[in-house]
């Protein structure tokens, strides 16, 4: 199985945008599991879900991604973005 990690924000339940993401995940015989969620309160408030995707191939899954993005699901950046030291500057592990 191969997995990606998507996010979704927020009138996800009301616009029943989330639904729509898991049964698409469904239909294309993939696999879920939410690892987040945080569902807004009040009307104005917005709700997040972090869902692991997994699907059997690397193919299946990169094709149910896009599927997914056409309904706002959003791959997470991972990690900080890669940059350079000045030469007076000390090589420490810590992001900026």
Do not use: W
């Not at 009138?11 to 599991?33: C, E, R, Y």
């Not at 899954?61 to 959003?74: F, K, N, S, T, V």
């Amino acid at each position: 199985m191969f997995s990606e990690t998507i996010e979704l924000r927020g009138h996800i339940i009301d616009s029943l945008i989330l639904p729509k993401v898991l049964d698409q995940i469904l239909t294309h015989g993939a696999n879920f599991k939410i690892t987040e969620i945080d569902i807004g309160k009040k009307r104005a408030n917005q709700s997040f879900a972090r869902i692991e995707v997994s699907a059997e191939t690397t193919d299946a899954l990169d094709e149910l991604i896009l599927r997914l993005r056409q309904h706002g699901a959003e791959i997470p950046k991972k990690g900080f973005p890669a940059r350079f030291l000045r030469d007076d500057e000390p090589a420490n592990l810590c992001p900026v």
